[in-house]
């Protein structure tokens, strides 16, 4: 009987996430959300708003300079906590 579970519950997953996977926009169209007007911004005014050298440079450090501080906190936070718990576990 648990198998019968386990594999109607895995089918039941599967045919979710395909579901999901049929709901993506297609690669390389123009109407993509990847394709929008932020990425056109970001390539021709980039260098003229920020200064920077480069377009990279320019994403990372001034129009994403926010979103990026805050992911190094993130995972300043989650490698003093592993180095707690495995101080923990030594003990």
Excluded: C, H
């Amino acid at each position: 009987m648990r198998k019968i579970l386990a594999i109607t519950l895995t089918v039941l997953i599967i045919f979710i996430l395909l579901l999901g996977v049929n709901e993506l926009p297609q690669f390389g169209k123009s109407d993509n959300p990847a394709n929008n007007y932020i990425t056109k911004r970001y390539i021709e005014k980039g260098p003229q708003e920020t200064g920077a050298l480069n377009i990279v440079s320019a994403i990372i450090l001034e129009y994403r300079a926010f979103d990026t501080f805050v992911e190094a906190i993130v995972l300043f936070t989650a490698i003093i906590s592993v180095i707690i718990v495995l101080r923990n576990v030594g003990e």
